[in-house]
């Protein structure tokens, strides 16, 4: 592989990098498309987990 060639995850944070360089692209500066780059993806599957276990436990005991 060559030095010029960048990975995938690379190129996504350079344009997120980018991005945030210009803050009339996004309202607050960051949403779910950066916490889920951040992460691997069993971190991202272990997160829609917990979304959904909280979503069903709720509705379990407070409705």
């Known amino acids: 592989m060559s030095g ?3 990975t995938p995850e690379e190129r996504r944070e350079r344009k997120r990098q980018k991005e ?3 803050p009339s692209s996004s309202i607050h500066g960051s ?3 950066d916490l889920v780059g951040g992460m691997g ?3 991202t599957g272990i997160l829609i987990l917990v ?3 909280g979503f069903i436990i709720y509705a379990a005991f407070f409705r």
Request: net charge neutral; glycine share 0%; aromatic share 6%.
């Open 20 to 22: 945030l360089q210009n």
């Open 4 to 6: 010029n060639q960048e």
């Open 41 to 43: 993806w069993k971190a």
């Open 31 to 33: 949403n779910l498309s």
């Open 51 to 53: 979304i959904i276990l």
